[in-house]
């Protein structure tokens, strides 16, 4: 069976064809700022530019109507972003006359997740732009357990590296800068239970910068600190649960210091540590796809009348009834 | 003489017959630097808000030593309240923490998994993350995380939750916390909303 899945979420324009081994094709074209963060116009206004050459390029390699299932992912999102990939997707629904599959961007990184890996019932580290989460299966849905309190860690890391001239995406830039920090300056660690918190660490960081400290060690202090407050409430979840899997996923799971961070802590507690390929990491069409077709099989399809986004759409709100 | 060891996500916990070891043993994952702050931060203000927390009339173990990063105090014997939860314990939770936040102190981390019920009272076992703060913020957090660690594993959370509220009124300040978790949880959505990338 094959799957063709759209994500535009945020910045991310990406569509695959999926089946239930591997990823067939897959055609992205993110939206990249000239200046500052993401603006959702602009950001929807690229995604109608593009999305047309994108599927064509993908029905090149798949023929369309190969095609079993269209799948989207219906939220949680920018609404001016999502309504566009609502709408291609309806329209290739009615076109090619198949089933359509709205689907959760959050539990989508997350089955991909599973899919691409070893890991079976994982507490799942979700760490990008505007998530920041420990989400574990319990019973038919799966919870969140813990999440930041303000803003998600990837948009800390964006607005640390604007402040010291980066530009989008940040992330990177600081996982390079912190390789050669050799300080480190006390910031601001905000664990409550599971729950955490960034926006104060990125003001504290931005003071130190501010008041002349390297760069390097700058991004030094930040990773060092914010991934310790990951790891450690990744290993309280882990604890509370019972659970000696640990998956990570989003693309600031793609930093290789977050990653050796997560792999001590669960050696150290004889816990098995799985994190997707880097191309599974960011948002991409694939994990759309296969969490459509994923759900397709299990007996759920969206019909046109229930497809409008949904920017809100939390985990939480999905029945699971898959293994 | 026998122990049970529990590896917690902050600290390593030692249970013998009669008393329990608290350690913050080195973490490998974190610098050095980093590691040692909170390590002896941690230790230091968590013996110091046990022995608040008791005499403001909350039930806690009783603190017998502290040596660097080790806490040894008394052993509670008695059910999980994470196994046993019902309303009218939820209901003595709210009490309780209406103490603690009456006194300044701010739990850090109130879920079931925290506390032990033992002869009609509920112990409050951990204060690993707690500090002292009398913003209604803070407090506001506080009864945040314990509804959410609630909503995670409790299918009748919702009554669990008002129970709480119930308990939890007799702390004078208690409305203008509860209209911040509100706000809290609004805040979260609404960020949520913005920020998704």
């Known amino acids: ?323 | 003489m026998s122990v049970q060891i529990y590896l917690g996500g902050e600290a390593e916990v030692r249970i013998y017959d009669n008393f329990v070891e608290k350690i913050r043993r080195k973490k490998r994952y974190r610098i050095g630097e980093l590691d040692s702050i909170l390590r002896k931060s941690r230790t230091k203000t968590e013996a110091r808000i046990i022995s608040v927390a008791r005499k403001n009339g909350v039930p806690t173990p009783i603190i017998l030593d502290v040596e660097g990063e080790k806490i040894l105090m008394e052993r509670i014997k008695g059910d999980p309240v994470k196994k046993i939860m019902n309303a009218e314990i939820s209901k003595e939770i709210g009490r309780m923490v209406a103490r603690l936040h009456n006194a300044g102190i701010i739990h850090g981390d109130i879920t079931p998994m925290n506390m032990i019920f033992s002869e009609g009272k509920t112990y409050f076992i951990d204060f690993g993350l707690g500090f002292f703060d009398d913003r209604i913020e803070a407090k506001g957090v506080d009864v945040h995380i314990y509804f959410e660690s609630l909503k995670a594993s409790y299918d009748d959370w919702s009554e669990l939750k008002d129970a709480f509220i119930e308990g939890y009124l007799t702390y004078p300040k208690a409305k203008d916390v509860l209209k911040r978790v509100e706000e809290i949880e609004e805040r979260g959505r609404y960020v949520e909303r913005r920020m998704k990338s």
Request: some cysteine; glycine content about 10%; charged content about 25%.
């Open chain 1, 1 to 323: 069976m094959i799957s063709l899945g759209i994500e535009g979420t945020a910045w991310s324009l990406s569509v695959a064809a999926v089946n239930e081994d591997d990823i067939l094709a897959i055609e992205s074209k993110p939206y990249v700022p000239k200046e500052g963060g993401i603006h959702p116009r602009e950001a929807a206004q690229h995604h109608s530019e593009n999305i047309g050459s994108l599927i064509k390029r993908i029905f090149s390699k798949v023929r369309p109507e190969e095609i079993d299932v269209i799948s989207f992912s219906q939220g949680p999102g920018m609404g001016p972003c999502l309504r566009i990939v609502a709408t291609a997707a309806r329209v290739l629904a009615l076109k090619l006359e198949r089933p359509l599959i709205g689907v959760n961007h959050c539990l989508a990184h997350l089955e991909a997740g599973r899919w691409k890996t070893e890991a079976k019932n994982p507490v799942t580290l979700y760490v990008s732009g505007g998530n920041s989460q420990i989400i574990a299966r319990r019973g038919g849905r799966y919870r969140v357990f813990g999440e930041t309190l303000d803003i998600g860690i990837g948009n800390a890391l964006d607005k640390l590296a604007r402040h010291m001239g980066l530009k989008h995406p940040g992330g990177p830039k600081i996982e390079k800068l912190a390789r050669s920090g050799k300080k480190y300056y006390e910031l601001p660690y905000v664990v409550k239970g599971m729950d955490f918190s960034f926006s104060g660490m990125v003001t504290a960081a931005q003071r130190l910068f501010d008041g002349g400290v390297e760069r390097e060690d700058v991004a030094y202090s930040f990773q060092e600190t914010a991934f310790a407050m990951l790891t450690e409430v990744s290993e309280r979840a882990m604890a509370y649960l019972d659970t000696d899997e640990l998956l990570l996923v989003g693309g600031v799971g793609a930093n290789s210091r977050l990653q050796e961070m997560l792999g001590i802590m669960c050696e150290d507690r004889n816990a098995r540590f799985y994190a997707p390929p880097k191309q599974m990491m960011g948002d991409n069409g694939a994990m759309i796809a296969y969490l459509g077709l994923l759900m397709y099989k299990h007996g759920y399809v969206t019909k046109i009348s229930e497809s409008t986004v949904k920017p809100d759409f939390r985990i939480e709100e999905v029945e699971v009834n898959w293994e």
